[in-house]
């Protein structure tokens, strides 16, 4: 029983590591630019196929990879901040929150179309060899990979704490997440901030799109569930908190495992059921400030 | 030095400024008077490039400012220290004057300033690892000054300094103020208390719905029957 608890619970913490990674970039670009940027999950599904890609065609080792995915999402996600949402950053704050949905639901319904194009409908997986290897400890099984994808999403997460409260840029980040008038009055380029911020976010969904196609089915509609898990994770967690983000992740993650035993199928209502339940009893979420 | 000629400046549909013109000599202080709502906040606002101006022109050593962003402006020696505060609330002291040295201009002598302002406000140097919202109102505007300095102006705004506080606190305030100055700041001072803005301004500006209407030395204002009823409260002689 305890090994069967135990066991659960590490599974939990393999999913909710992802939960909490692909969480990170929402927030981060939400918290900074205000924009809820729906078209998450499809640029975490192109990271993925661009790590498979990699994998398949050039036999890239996926995390010997995942600084090109990074880089290369990096770069889409500056050309997609010049091209479209740099013209709704404009605007004030409610226009541009309409408006920044209303396009990354555009996006939403592009994506996919495009990803059959270019990969299929099939489900596709990056799968190296040491994939499925595992070793076990008192009796509860570690998986390689989900261990690996663990590790990669806490340095991450750690690097991007560091970045942000350490590193004069970082800093200013912060700042302008705190307030716009008072970032641009200390002589801050927000529409730059905005630029790396959108760049750095998109960057992060990339990533976790490739440690989530070493452990699920990659396919082109599989962007806005993770959106949606995303969006959970962040109202569970509240703004302005990037490990909160992270740790709220985890929590997710933990809750969904320990539920499937009884709940089967119907897990996946639990992170909604969070979700209202946060909503209406703790609007600024766990870790949020007031 | 300073100049601004014949701005007009919109906020959306309404206009907010009319036709303004304003000039400023390097190292004087000069007030801006007038009551809530005449568009003395938005003529710094227009300086600072927050709401440029649609007409007329900004000039500050010769440099076109209205043509110019918000963070340019701070570059070129600006600095607004806004109503509001302009500080990060959920920022520690220290990090906030950081941010303030931002600019490269500021952050060239950071440590120096730092010093300077430590010197100037020593509490924030007591409070540096404090987060700005904890701090008391009188801190909060000494940062928020200390923060402006960060970025080494050659011409500091000021909006309404001494809102909300203590007598005593803001008459700290203002020595802070006059100290600035004398190291060779110029100041635009845009203060409520309109009798301790005229002791400290050499000139004064009054701004009525959004237009100018009337420029003076200060201690002439500060005999002028009409400034004494509307401004300052005085009714006899």
């Known amino acids: ?290 | 030095m300073f100049e601004v000629n014949h701005i007009d400046v919109y906020y959306g549909e309404l206009k907010a400024l009319w036709g303004v013109s304003l000039t400023l000599d390097k190292g004087e202080i000069v007030a801006l008077i007038g009551a809530n709502g005449s568009g003395k906040s938005t003529l710094l606002e227009a300086i600072a490039g927050l709401l440029p101006p649609t007409t007329g022109e900004i000039l500050f050593e010769g440099v076109r400012l209205d043509k110019e962003p918000s963070h340019r402006i701070v570059e070129l020696g600006v600095c607004l220290v806004p109503e509001d505060r302009g500080t990060f609330p959920g920022m520690n002291v220290l990090e906030n004057l950081e941010l303030g040295a931002f600019s490269k201009r500021g952050r060239k002598e950071k440590e120096e300033t730092l010093h300077v302002v430590y010197g100037l406000f020593p509490i924030l140097k007591n409070r540096r690892n404090q987060l700005a919202r904890t701090l008391s109102g009188g801190e909060q505007q000494m940062l928020a000054i200390g923060k402006g300095l960060l970025s080494r102006p050659k011409l500091l705004m000021l909006d309404e300094p001494s809102l909300g506080l203590a007598p005593l606190v803001t008459k700290n305030i203002f020595e802070a103020i006059c100290q600035i100055n004398q190291t060779g700041v110029s100041i635009l001072l845009v203060e409520q208390n309109v009798h301790i803005a005229l002791k400290v301004a050499k000139r004064a500006y009054i701004i009525e719905n959004g237009r100018i209407v009337q420029h003076e030395q200060a201690k002439n204002l500060l005999e002028d029957k009409r400034v004494r009823q509307a401004y300052l409260g005085i009714h006899s002689t």
């Not at chain 1, 999950?41 to 398949?56: A, D, Q, R, S």
């Open chain 1, 1 to 290: 029983m305890v090994q069967f608890l135990a066991q659960t619970f590490v599974n939990g913490i393999n999913v909710g590591a992802l939960y909490g990674l692909a969480a990170v970039g929402l927030s981060l670009i939400f918290g900074v630019m205000r924009i809820l940027n729906v078209a998450h999950g499809e640029f975490l599904m192109v990271g993925g196929y661009i790590g498979f890609w990699l994998f398949k065609l050039y036999g890239v080792d996926p995390f010997m990879g995942l600084p090109l995915v990074g880089i290369f999402l990096f770069l889409i996600g500056i050309v997609f901040y010049k091209v479209v949402f740099s013209r709704v950053a404009k605007f004030h704050e409610e226009v541009k929150l309409k408006n920044s949905l209303l396009i990354a639901f555009g996006l939403y319904l592009i994506f996919p179309q495009i990803a059959m194009v270019l990969w299929t409908a099939d489900e596709r997986a990056i799968s190296p060899k040491y994939s499925g290897q595992a070793f076990d400890l008192l009796g509860v099984r570690f998986g390689y990979v989900p261990l690996w994808n663990v590790c990669v999403a806490v340095v991450i997460v750690l690097a991007m704490y560091l970045f942000l409260n350490k590193t004069y840029f970082g800093k200013s980040l912060r700042g302008t997440a705190e307030s716009w008038k008072a970032a641009k009055l200390s002589g801050i380029n927000i529409e730059w901030t905005f630029m790396i911020t959108f760049g750095l976010g998109i960057s992060l969904a990339g990533i976790a799109g490739v440690l989530i196609a070493l452990t699920q089915e990659l396919t082109p509609v599989m962007g806005m569930p993770w959106t949606l898990k995303a969006l959970i994770v962040v109202v569970l967690a509240g703004m302005g908190s990037i490990v909160g983000a992270f740790v709220a992740g985890l929590i997710l993650g933990i809750v969904e495992a320990v539920s499937a035993i009884f709940m089967g199928p119907y897990t996946i209502a639990i992170g909604l059921l969070i979700f209202l339940i946060i909503l209406v009893l703790r609007p600024r979420g766990l870790f949020g400030r007031a």
